[in-house]
């Protein structure tokens, strides 16, 4: 139970990372700082989103256009970004085309980044030490 909870934190910051990283380099991608509530409501929301997307966009690709295995991540923080940014209570606004297109680069990046090491310190680590030891 310990390593669920743990994987679903390291979700939710890796989602935060993303998401301010994004903030900070992408030009009309903008935080509401002011409202914190609304920039928790828009981590919760992206990874939500971002957790149901992927196996459905998979499954589609798969079926569809299996082209589009390698790109399924990007897209599926595509489709997570969109819902946040038109959900009136989440902080998060983009406003150029230009942002749209290098968000969820951004965004992507820096959370597939972020989840590889918080899992290798938090998880791999803890579950390694609480293995037994075998001889």
Same mark, same amino acid.
């Given at each position: ?7 679903? &934190? ?5 989602a935060?990372?993303?998401? /301010?990283?994004? %903030?900070?380099?992408? %030009?009309?991608?903008r935080?509401?700082w002011? %409202? ?16 149901i !997307?992927?196996? /459905?966009?998979?499954g ?11 790109g399924?991540?990007?897209? !599926? ?5 969109l819902?946040v ?15 749209w297109l &290098?968000?969820?680069?951004? /965004?992507?990046?820096?959370s !597939?980044i ?7 310190? &938090?998880? %791999?680590?803890?579950s390694k030490?609480?293995?037994?030891a075998k001889?």
């Amino acid at each position: 139970m310990k390593i669920r909870l743990l994987r679903v &934190l390291v979700y939710l910051a890796s989602a935060a990372a993303g998401l /301010v990283l994004a %903030d900070l380099l992408v %030009d009309g991608f903008r935080i509401s700082w002011l %409202d914190w509530w609304g920039f928790l409501v828009a981590i919760v929301v992206f990874a939500i989103v971002q957790s149901i !997307a992927t196996p /459905v966009a998979t499954g589609l690709a798969e079926k569809h256009a299996p082209l589009l295995l390698g790109g399924i991540g990007i897209i !599926a923080t595509f489709v997570s970004l969109l819902v946040v940014a038109f959900l009136p209570s989440a902080g998060i606004r983009i406003t150029t085309a230009g942002a749209w297109l &290098l968000a969820p680069l951004v /965004v992507w990046i820096v959370s !597939a980044i972020v989840t590889w090491v918080l899992t290798v310190v &938090l998880i %791999d680590r803890r579950s390694k030490a609480a293995a037994p030891a075998k001889s």
